[in-house]
C-alpha cells in the first residue's frame, strides 16, 4: 500500500479545489469539529482572497455540545481574524423533528432540513460551491447499506442538485486516522485531534424517543460529564445516551419516575467495528455518581458491553 503522506494530500486537494472553484464563492459547513476544521484549511489554502471567496459558516441546531458553538466562533476569530457565520435554525430543526421517535425519520428529517439550509445559505451569501468534512466511514457504510449518513447525498442516490448544491468533498478518500494526520500537519491544534468524535446529527441520535428541548438539555449535560472524565488516548469514542424508558427510582424516600442513561465507550481502529472499553470500575462509579448527581431526573445509569456489530456505535 502507498504511504500516506499528509503534506503532498494537502497540496493535491488544494489544487483540486482550485480549479474546480474557478474563483467561485465557497461556503464551508463548520461543525466544530476536526474534519470540518480541515476543510476550512483546504479552501483558505485554496483561495487567494480568503476574506471575500471562503466563507465559514456553522448551523446552530441546538443539537450540538455545550459551548461548541461559541468556542468555534471564538477560535475563528482568534486563530484567522475571521466573524464564523453562525445561523440561529434551532426552531427549525426542533420543530421539523417534533414527535418523531423512528431513528431512520430523524436521520432523514434532520439531512433535509440541513441542506435545505445550507442551499438557502449559499444563494444568500451568492456562494456557488459547499465544501463539507464526509470521511472515508460515512461512506463506506452507506454505500454497504449499513447506514445512511445524514452526510453522504450521492453514494446515497441523492441528488445535490434537489437543494440546490454543488459540494465538494476534500477527505471522503480518509479514514479518521488520516484526517488527524493531516490535521498535524495544518497545524491545527492538538484539542481538536483529542475531541470525542460526534456525528453531524449531534444529539438527535443521541437520544431514543421523542427529541425535545428538556431532553436535550438532559444528554447535553450527561455528555460534558462523560468527556470531562474520559482521557485515555486508548478511548475512540465515548458518550451518554438518553434511553426512551422511563423507570421508577427512589428520590428524597420517595418512589419517582425518572430517566434511564447508558454510557457508551468503545475502542476502533476504523468505526466500521468496535469493541466495548473495559472501564475502570471506579471511573464507571465516578462518571455514575456524577450523572445521578447533576443530571435531573435520572434514576438509572447502564454501561453498554456491546461489540459492533451487531450494536452500532451509535443507538439511533
Ligand atoms: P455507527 O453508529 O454507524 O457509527 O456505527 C460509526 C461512526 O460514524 C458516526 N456517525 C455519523 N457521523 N453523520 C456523521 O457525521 C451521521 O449520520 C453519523 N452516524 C454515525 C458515529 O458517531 C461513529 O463515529
Given amino acids: 500500500?502507498?504511504?500516506?503522506?499528509?503534506?503532498?494530500?494537502?497540496?493535491?486537494?488544494?489544487?483540486?479545489?482550485?480549479?474546480?472553484?474557478?474563483?467561485?464563492?465557497?461556503?464551508?459547513?463548520?461543525?466544530?469539529?476536526?474534519?470540518?476544521?480541515?476543510?476550512?484549511?483546504?479552501?483558505?489554502?485554496?483561495?487567494?482572497?480568503?476574506?471575500?471567496?471562503?466563507?465559514?459558516?456553522?448551523?446552530?441546531?441546538?443539537?450540538?455540545?455545550?459551548?461548541?458553538?461559541?468556542?468555534?466562533?471564538?477560535?475563528?476569530?482568534?486563530?484567522?481574524?475571521?466573524?464564523?457565520?453562525?445561523?440561529?435554525?434551532?426552531?427549525?430543526?426542533?420543530?421539523?423533528l417534533k414527535g418523531i421517535i423512528s431513528s431512520e425519520e430523524k436521520r432523514n428529517i434532520f439531512r433535509d432540513v440541513f441542506y435545505r439550509t445550507m442551499g438557502q445559505a449559499l444563494r444568500s451569501y451568492s456562494a456557488e460551491i459547499l465544501v463539507q468534512g464526509t470521511i472515508l466511514p460515512d461512506i463506506i457504510?452507506?454505500?454497504?447499506?449499513?447506514?445512511?449518513?445524514?452526510?453522504?447525498?450521492?453514494?446515497?442516490?441523492?441528488?445535490?442538485?434537489?437543494y440546490g448544491l454543488t459540494i465538494f468533498e476534500p477527505l471522503k478518500e480518509l479514514t479518521k486516522n488520516r484526517v488527524k494526520m493531516v490535521a498535524k500537519t495544518l497545524s491545527i491544534p492538538p484539542k481538536f485531534l483529542r475531541l470525542q468524535p460526534f456525528p453531524g446529527p449531534g444529539f438527535a441520535i443521541r437520544i431514543t424517543g421523542e427529541i425535545t428541548h428538556e431532553r436535550v438539555e438532559k444528554i447535553r449535560i450527561a455528555t460534558a460529564i462523560v468527556e470531562s472524565e474520559l482521557s485515555s488516548p486508548k478511548i475512540?469514542?465515548?458518550?451518554?445516551?438518553?434511553?426512551?424508558?422511563?423507570?421508577?427510582?427512589?428520590?428524597?424516600?420517595?418512589?419517582?419516575?425518572?430517566?434511564?442513561?447508558?454510557?457508551?465507550?468503545?475502542?476502533?481502529?476504523?468505526?466500521?467495528?468496535?469493541?466495548?472499553?473495559?472501564?475502570?470500575?471506579?471511573?464507571?462509579?465516578?462518571?455514575?455518581?456524577?450523572?445521578?448527581?447533576?443530571?435531573?431526573?435520572?434514576?438509572?445509569v447502564l454501561y453498554d458491553v456491546t461489540p459492533k456489530p451487531p450494536g452500532m456505535i451509535e443507538f439511533a
Fill in 1 to 96: 500500500m502507498e504511504r500516506f503522506e499528509p503534506k503532498k494530500f494537502v497540496s493535491k486537494k488544494v489544487q483540486a479545489l482550485r480549479s474546480y472553484a474557478k474563483g467561485r464563492k465557497i461556503l464551508v459547513a463548520v461543525s466544530g469539529g476536526i474534519d470540518s476544521l480541515v476543510c476550512f484549511e483546504i479552501a483558505r489554502n485554496a483561495s487567494i482572497k480568503v476574506q471575500e471567496q471562503i466563507i465559514p459558516l456553522i448551523l446552530d441546531t441546538g443539537l450540538l455540545r455545550q459551548n461548541e458553538v461559541k468556542s468555534t466562533e471564538e477560535y475563528f476569530r482568534k486563530k484567522y481574524g475571521i466573524e464564523l457565520q453562525k445561523w440561529d435554525v434551532q426552531d427549525r430543526f426542533f420543530s421539523s
Fill in 141 to 162: 457504510e452507506t454505500q454497504r447499506g449499513i447506514r445512511i449518513h445524514f452526510n453522504v447525498l450521492n453514494e446515497a442516490g441523492i441528488n445535490p442538485q434537489n
Fill in 236 to 300: 475512540y469514542q465515548g458518550f451518554p445516551v438518553l434511553l426512551v424508558d422511563r423507570v421508577p427510582g427512589i428520590h428524597n424516600d420517595t418512589v419517582v419516575t425518572g430517566d434511564v442513561i447508558a454510557i457508551r465507550i468503545i475502542e476502533t481502529k476504523d468505526y466500521l467495528s468496535a469493541r466495548p472499553y473495559r472501564i475502570p470500575w471506579p471511573k464507571i462509579e465516578k462518571i455514575t455518581k456524577r450523572i445521578l448527581n447533576e443530571v435531573p431526573g435520572v434514576v438509572r
